[in-house]
């Protein structure tokens, strides 16, 4: 999964666990189309409330591999309105953060004089800290 993704379902984290998203197809669906596995689903049936399942599935997802977020997507057939919050949200993400950029920029790397000091050497380290 993409960077932006990861960051999107992270900004949107508590606003998705309110919504219950593992209830109905979600899950099927997901295992359907390869993102979950067996052993996932079962892992997140086992959780006690809808709160802990829809929190689980969202520490699960972005693990998944590319495709994750937009079968996610796809996946919220029965949630209209979170599917068009979670677009939303990547399309603003995707013009704050180009997706050429998502790795260098989750490294958190500092600009600064110093930072990579070494045997009296000095040089600037340059990134994008998100």
Known sequence: MEARDKQVLRSL??????????EGLVLQYLYQEGVL???HVQEINAQTTGLRKTMLLLD????RGPKAFDTFLDSLQEFPWVREKLKKAREEAMTVLPAGLEEKGRAG???????????GQKFQTVGMRT
């Open 13 to 22: 984290r508590l606003e998705l666990g309110a919504e219950v998203l593992v």
């Open 37 to 39: 596995t067996e052993n």
């Open 60 to 63: 699960i997802l972005p693990s």
């Open 109 to 119: 790397r500092r600009t600064g004089w110093g930072a990579g000091e070494e045997k």
